[in-house]
């Protein structure tokens, strides 16, 4: 009976014998992000913008005033939702509510860059802010005319946040977005 536990024995520790293994370093999927082209998107009520072609607008129904979009990036899992609210007197409280959220985010962003947008020609008034870490929204942002038009945006992915391994769609939706915000025009 002592024979083959001995033999069992040496042979769980022939394998042990061998060189010390080497973890093979982490890898990341490559992304391969489409041509930048845009094409003129209209709400016949709130406002016209150049997309992305490879975006995806939907309009989703609400009981209020308000009008809710989302702009999805279907190649990269990420949505822009963006929700357009006539100002009326609640210009103030709108800008603070705006504030608020990006505000939710600074417990874990690395840095939040702001962005000051004056466009006197169409009148495009707002805010863009870049939220870097691993946050939930890289991205927020608020447009107004200051007397009708209140458009809000943030930034989601269909993914948990990891700052580095999303950064070259991270950019992109960014510079996409920055596009949009330039060429905003109130219907």
Same mark, same amino acid.
């Given at each position: 009976?002592?024979?083959?536990? %001995?033999?069992?024995? #040496?042979?769980?520790?022939?394998?042990?014998?061998?060189?010390?293994?080497?973890?093979?370093?982490?890898?990341?999927? $490559?992304?391969?992000? /489409?041509?930048?082209?845009?094409?003129?998107?209209?709400?016949?009520?709130?406002?016209?913008?150049e997309? /992305?072609?490879?975006?995806?607008?939907?309009? $989703? !129904?609400?009981?209020?005033?308000?009008?809710?979009?989302?702009?999805?990036? #279907?190649?990269?899992?990420?949505?822009?939702?963006?929700?357009?609210t006539?100002?009326?007197?609640?210009?103030?409280?709108?800008?603070?509510?705006?504030? #608020?959220?990006?505000?939710?985010?600074?417990?874990?962003?690395?840095?939040?860059? %702001?962005?000051?947008?004056?466009?006197?020609?169409?009148?495009?008034?707002?805010?863009?802010?870049?939220?870097?870490?691993?946050?939930?929204?890289?991205?927020?942002?608020?447009?107004?005319? !200051?007397?009708?038009?209140? #458009?809000?945006?943030?930034?989601?992915?269909?993914?948990?946040?990891?700052?580095? !391994?999303?950064?070259?769609?991270t950019?992109?939706?960014?510079?996409?977005?920055?596009?949009?915000?330039?060429?905003?025009?109130?219907?």
């Open positions: 009976m002592k024979r083959p536990l %001995s033999w069992l024995l #040496l042979l769980l520790c022939v394998p042990a014998c061998t060189e010390d293994p080497v973890p093979k370093p982490k890898g990341y999927f $490559r992304i391969d992000l /489409p041509e930048q082209r845009y094409n003129v998107w209209v709400d016949s009520t709130t406002f016209r913008a997309l /992305p072609v490879y975006t995806k607008v939907g309009i $989703r !129904s609400s009981q209020t005033d308000a009008r809710w979009y989302d702009v999805r990036f #279907l190649g990269q899992r990420a949505t822009v939702h963006l929700t357009w006539p100002v009326g007197d609640q210009l103030q409280p709108l800008i603070e509510d705006a504030h #608020l959220f990006k505000n939710t985010h600074q417990s874990k962003a690395a840095r939040i860059r %702001s962005e000051r947008i004056v466009n006197d020609g169409t009148r495009v008034f707002g805010n863009v802010y870049d939220v870097d870490g691993d946050v939930a929204s890289p991205m927020v942002f608020y447009l107004t005319d !200051s007397t009708d038009n209140f #458009l809000y945006g943030a930034l989601y992915f269909d993914a948990r946040p990891n700052a580095d !391994s999303l950064a070259p769609v950019d992109r939706i960014r510079s996409d977005m920055r596009h949009m915000i330039a060429t905003l025009a109130w219907q």
